[in-house]
């Protein structure tokens, strides 16, 4: 059995970028994860709504978490990402993702993304490349 809250210690205290971005991973199971980002004005955009990229970097994140709940590092190789709506007037953003199939070589993992009415923001599906590089080596 996995040591989740070593893995979530990890993403949270290992990933510059992620700590750049208010990113928190928050729950992680195998197959599974969730994140969260408490919102800045910094991550609106001139609209004040949240900004897609800020968007993308927590479901490319917490996807990732699921991707490594299995132990092992993997890199992001494909993604796509559909806006569903507008996130404004929202103190936070949370992002679900859920490992659709995990190979050989490679992981598919959907994130939906909501705000903090549990609205639907945006929906992501993400492919990793599986390592067989432990994920808490370093």
Known sequence: MKNFEELIKARNEKNTYAIFMGINTTDM????AEGE?????EHLNPMNSVHGGCIFSLADTVAGSASVSYGYKTA?????????????NTKKIVAKAEVV????????????????????VAIGTFTFFNTDIPFLED
């Open 29 to 32: 199971r195998e197959g599974y």
């Open 101 to 120: 199939k995990r190979g050989k070589k490679t992981t598919v993992v959907n994130a939906t993304i909501y705000d903090d009415r549990e609205k639907i």
């Open 76 to 88: 992001t190789i494909t993604s796509s990402m559909n806006f569903i709506s507008a996130a404004v």
């Open 37 to 41: 980002i408490e919102l800045r004005k």
